[in-house]
C-alpha cells in the first residue's frame, strides 16, 4: 500500500472514532465534570471564559509577523514528515516547559497554562502552512480553533465538532470569532487537561508530571491537526486507485 492509500485508510478509522457514540463512561464522566462546574459561581466560568478567549484571540487572531508562508510544493509524505518533525520538537519543547514550570511549584506550575497555550496554538501555524493553507487568512485561524477544540473535547463535543470540521466549506460560512462558544470551549479544554495537569501543582513529582503531560498534550494536538488536514488534502487531491 502507497503512502497516500495508507493515509486514507488511517484517516477513515480516524474519523469512524470521531463520529462513535459516547460510552458508557464517557457519560458518566461528562455528567461529574457538569455537576463540579455547577459548583462554580457563575462570576467565575464568565471570568474564566474571558480569559481563555482572550488569550486564545491574542495569539490566534493577533500574529502576523510570525507565521510561515504556505508551502506550495511537496507531495503529502514530503509535507507530513516534515509535519510530524515539527510535532516532535514542539512536543520536546513543551515537556521542558512543564518540567520547568513543575519544578517550581504551585505558582510557576499555573504560569505554565499561558505558555502551554501558546506553544500548541503556535505548532498549528506551522502545520497549516506545511500542508500549504495561509493562516494570514481569517478562515484559516478559524480552522485552527476547531481542530484545537476537537482535539481536547469530550466524545461529545467531539462529535459536533468533527461534524462542523468536515463540512468545513458550510462551517465558515456561519462562524466568526464573536461567534463561537467560548465557554464551552474553555470548559471542555479545561476539564480535558485537569486531571493531567492537577499533579504538576504538587512539589517533588510536579517537574515529571509536567514533561509527561506536555508531551502527550502535544502529541494529541498534533496527531489531531493531521487527520484534520487530510480531510481537505483528500477533498482536493484524491487517491489514485493502487494497480492491480
Request: aromatic share 10%; proline share 5%; charged share 20%.
Amino acid at each position: 500500500m502507497n503512502y497516500p492509500q495508507q493515509a486514507l485508510t488511517d484517516l477513515r478509522d480516524w474519523q469512524r472514532r470521531m463520529q462513535q457514540k459516547p460510552t458508557l463512561l464517557n457519560r458518566v464522566t461528562r455528567r461529574v465534570q457538569a455537576r463540579l462546574n455547577a459548583l462554580l459561581p457563575e462570576k467565575v466560568h464568565v471570568a474564566i471564559t474571558v480569559a481563555i478567549q482572550k488569550m486564545v484571540q491574542g495569539v490566534l487572531f493577533g500574529s502576523t509577523h510570525t507565521t510561515q508562508k504556505p508551502v506550495v510544493e511537496g507531495t503529502l509524505q514530503e509535507r507530513e514528515e516534515r509535519v510530524r518533525a515539527r510535532i516532535r520538537a514542539y512536543r520536546n519543547t513543551a515537556a521542558v516547559e512543564g518540567g520547568v514550570t513543575g519544578a517550581g511549584g504551585f505558582l510557576l506550575g499555573l504560569a505554565d497554562f499561558p505558555l502551554l497555550l501558546g506553544i500548541k496554538l503556535k505548532l498549528l501555524f506551522d502545520i497549516a502552512a506545511l500542508y500549504s493553507h495561509d493562516v494570514r487568512q481569517f478562515p484559516e485561524r478559524l480552522y485552527l480553533l476547531h481542530i484545537f477544540q476537537l482535539a481536547f473535547s469530550s466524545q461529545h463535543t467531539r462529535r459536533e465538532t468533527y461534524r462542523q470540521l468536515a463540512d468545513w466549506p458550510t462551517t465558515q460560512q456561519h462562524v466568526t470569532a464573536e461567534s463561537f462558544d467560548w465557554r464551552t470551549f474553555q470548559q471542555e479544554y479545561r476539564d480535558y487537561i485537569d486531571l493531567a495537569k492537577l499533579a504538576q501543582l504538587v512539589p517533588v513529582i510536579g517537574a515529571a508530571v509536567g514533561a509527561v503531560a506536555n508531551y502527550r498534550l502535544l502529541e494529541q494536538l498534533g496527531e489531531t491537526a493531521i487527520m484534520c488536514y487530510r480531510l481537505r488534502w483528500f477533498a482536493e487531491h484524491p487517491p489514485l486507485p493502487e494497480p492491480q
